[in-house]
């Protein structure tokens, strides 16, 4: 009996040191095995560098390498907002994990595309007026993301332009009814324009070769001043704005700093970094398995207005203390 119990305590031993080689053998094979790529299509109207190395920068923040354990794909539209259908189709055919846009018209775009792929937009208006998400808190389809606001903050920018130009009194408002994002800009524009005793004046532009055109309309108009609304087709055309706007000595304000930073007057809007850190954030909640209908969309805590003393000079405008006093970044 005593044998029999030794010989059997041998066996379980043996059964033991077997299973614990076999575990360790998978552990071994498991980890020599390259993780899975997690797939992020992005999908903007220009190629807009600094924009996209915001994002790829957050995401290395928060544990992701490029060819490690992510991959992303970018397809622009050049300018050319009638792209953005084409390669929105394109993205989804590959088969993405999740879709990110940096514009209204980009993120409509992918919405029509897919109805299951995550969608993640960043710099849209109002999300549920232009029919993106139920709501703020609960989205509720495959779509959300960060909103930058715009409209909220149009009667602020006015409100600067009049502390910033003498005797103002007539601004030009450049909007592209075709973009829904600026639509919403432009209307909320009216009524802190009427507190503020100024006239607008519409300068619709949905045409890349019509700037020329809209800014002597602007001077036709009496403006001595213009107010640039958020859209993806401006933003692709910075430089083009800014030097008009220095040719014909327009003082302008812009809603994002990286006007500015390339020769722009002024901006006031969200932190430039904030949205892409924030949407970096919302991707990882995705690919770890949270539903985008159940992630809220997100708005902006920080706020900056930068001024361009370079081109106040080129333009011939000095800026009052009290405006530089409120700054919070000043190009010399």
């Known amino acids: 009996m005593r044998v029999v119990r030794s010989q059997w305590s041998v066996v379980r031993k043996s059964v033991f040191a077997l299973c614990t080689m076999l575990i360790a053998l998978c552990s071994s094979v498991q980890a020599q095995q390259p993780g899975k790529l997690a797939k992020v299509g992005w999908l903007s109207v220009a190629a807009a560098k600094t924009r996209i190395e915001f994002f790829r920068r957050a995401l290395g923040e928060i544990g992701y390498v490029e060819g490690k354990n992510i991959a992303i794909t970018v397809r622009s539209g050049n300018g050319r907002l009638e792209q953005l259908p084409v390669l929105a189709d394109e993205l989804v055919r590959l088969n993405v994990d999740v879709l990110v846009v940096p514009s209204t018209p980009g993120t409509l775009a992918a919405k029509n595309a897919t109805r299951t792929i995550p969608i993640v937009f960043i710099g849209s208006g109002d999300p549920v007026s232009q029919g993106l998400v139920d709501s703020l808190p609960r989205p509720g389809g495959n779509i959300t993301g960060f909103s930058t606001i715009g409209a909220v903050l149009a009667g602020k920018r006015l409100e600067l332009l009049k502390e910033t130009v003498p005797n103002l009194s007539r601004v030009a408002v450049l909007w592209n009814p075709h973009d829904p994002t600026t639509v919403e800009q432009w209307k909320e524009s009216q009524l802190p324009a009427r507190e503020l005793g100024l006239q607008l004046h519409s300068l619709e532009l949905s045409r890349t070769d019509k700037y020329e055109h809209a800014f002597k309309e602007a001077i036709r108009s009496g403006s001595t001043a213009v107010a640039v609304t958020h859209s993806a087709l401006f933003a692709s055309n910075q ?36 949205p892409f850190r924030r949407a970096a954030v919302i991707v990882d909640k995705i690919l770890k398995g949270t539903k985008p209908a159940d992630i809220p969309v997100e708005q902006p805590t920080k706020f900056a207005f930068i001024i361009n003393l370079k081109t106040a000079k080129q333009i011939g405008l000095t800026i009052p203390p009290n405006v530089l006093a409120r700054a919070d970044r000043v190009i010399r």
């Open 239 to 274: 430089q083009i704005i800014a030097d008009l706007a220095t040719k014909n000595r327009l003082p302008m304000i812009y809603a994002r700093e990286d006007y500015v930073a390339g020769g722009g007057l002024m901006s006031y809007g969200p932190d430039e970094a904030e």
